[in-house]
């Protein structure tokens, strides 16, 4: 959500903000509803101030035993104006509110401009892709052959984009997950975190998925949503509350289902597990004053940078452009890694700095230690990271001649000893 006060000593920005991202102007919209807001809510107080002066008038005569008749003709008149002023400015505010609510937050200085992920820019990369000395399969193509990935039996339960994975694969998928948790709390100080798998709305518009991104997610028939991702039960522990400056900053992970329709990528990645119904992921999401979310951010892509160092992928960071930034996102990390299976990079975590467009939305504020009244937070989150993709991106960098899969050593521990996968 974007401050109208912001918008109101700048417009001309406001709207060159948004263009950035290819939207048309809005201030002038946005101000309209202000300007009407503000002229109801000032003559509903003076109309307020005429009652109480009309009670005081009506008590006085009635004391003395004059008529009143006049005066409370008036007052039952002020009484209907104001109900119609009432409703003025509640009607404002709701079009400014479905106004802004649909515009997406404002970019940071240095995010390029570009229509889409072709202006993307490269930061650093980690690593070289491996060099096979026989054409490198891709994941499902490997997971089929060991006979422990299937979509066959997936699609007979629940239809396209689900997978079935057996034994030593479905294994590997609950070790990377845990593995990952453990890094997260143990070394990187993040809060382990068992969050609701379903929502309600006010949680789905405070992390910004409503109105939005209705058609991406699952409804429940009694109206709650599936998750998305677990940022969205994360972010909304600051809904509604007034932090103290001393509990920041808070840093919660958590590894749960996701669950996303994928309304928009009808004829995507059709093939193999890599944009699914269902997936696990393990989530961060930090919670900071206003001058600590930049350092945030770069502190959270790290930790995301140091699970795939630690499973020998090779990797990339990626600033994203205007055009490919998420709604709400002011600053998006994208870490990509390389899949020899496809000979392409595929994108495994996104780091983003959302700035106080949730915190508005969700009403997350703090109180300084020093100074009055409260300000909104910072918020942020990450993929720390997707775990499908990174069992994919393991299973294609350590596949071998013969069809099996090496099992990287930080996962070992958590696999029972086992060191190579086989049918």
């Not at 119609?84 to 400014?96: K, N, P, T």
């Not at 677990?230 to 840093?251: D, G, K, M, T, V």
């Not at 960071?317 to 709400?328: E, H, I, N, P, Y």
Request: glycine share 8%; proline share 4%; charged share 25%.
């Amino acid at each position: 959500m974007h401050d109208i006060r912001a918008i109101r000593a700048d417009p001309a920005a406001f709207d060159a903000a948004l263009a950035r991202r290819g939207l048309p102007p809005a201030a002038e919209a946005a101000l309209a509803e202000d300007v009407r807001r503000r002229a109801a809510q000032t003559a509903l107080e003076a109309k307020q101030a005429r009652r109480n002066a009309l009670a005081r008038e009506i008590g006085q005569a009635k004391r003395g035993g004059g008529d009143t008749a006049a005066l409370e003709r008036e007052a039952a008149a002020l009484r209907g104006e104001m109900e119609g002023l009432e409703a003025e400015a509640a009607s404002a505010e709701r079009a400014q509110t479905a106004l802004l609510e649909a515009l997406p937050n404002l970019l940071d200085a240095e995010v390029p401009d570009g229509p889409d992920e072709t202006a993307n820019v490269v930061l650093h990369q980690h690593g070289e892709p491996r060099r096979f000395d026989f054409t490198p399969r891709q994941h499902f193509e490997i997971g089929e052959a060991l006979g422990l990935m299937d979509f066959a039996a997936a699609a007979k339960l629940a239809g396209s984009r689900f997978t079935v994975l057996r034994g030593a694969l479905a294994r590997l998928e609950r070790a990377l997950g845990q593995w990952m948790l453990n890094l997260h709390t143990e070394e990187h100080g993040y809060t382990e975190t068992a969050v609701p798998l379903l929502v309600n709305d006010a949680a789905m518009y405070g992390s910004g998925q409503l109105p939005k991104f209705t058609d991406d997610s699952f409804r429940t028939t009694d109206g709650r949503w599936l998750i998305a991702t677990s940022e969205i039960p994360l972010a909304n522990l600051a809904a509604n509350e007034i932090l103290p400056e001393s509990a920041l900053p808070l840093r919660f992970t958590a590894l749960t289902p996701c669950f996303r329709s994928e309304a928009g990528s009808a004829g995507r990645d059709t093939r193999g597990m890599l944009r699914q119904h269902q997936f696990q992921k393990v989530e961060m999401v930090a919670v900071t004053r206003p001058e600590d979310s930049g350092a945030e951010n770069e502190r959270m892509t790290e930790c995301a940078e140091r699970v795939l160092t630690d499973l020998g992928l090779t990797w990339r960071r990626v600033l994203l452009s205007a055009g490919d930034t998420g709604f709400t996102s002011a600053r998006t990390h994208d870490l990509e890694v390389w899949l020899p299976g496809q000979v392409a990079w595929r994108e495994i975590s996104s780091c983003s700095n959302c700035r106080d467009f949730q915190a508005r939305r969700m009403n997350a504020r703090y109180r300084p230690a020093e100074g009055k009244g409260t300000a909104f937070v910072h918020t942020l989150n990450g993929s720390g990271v997707a775990v499908g993709r990174a069992l994919i991106a393991v299973m294609e960098t350590y596949q071998e001649v013969d069809g099996s899969v090496a099992v990287p050593e930080v996962l070992r521990p958590w696999m029972g000893g086992m060191e190579r996968i086989t049918a």
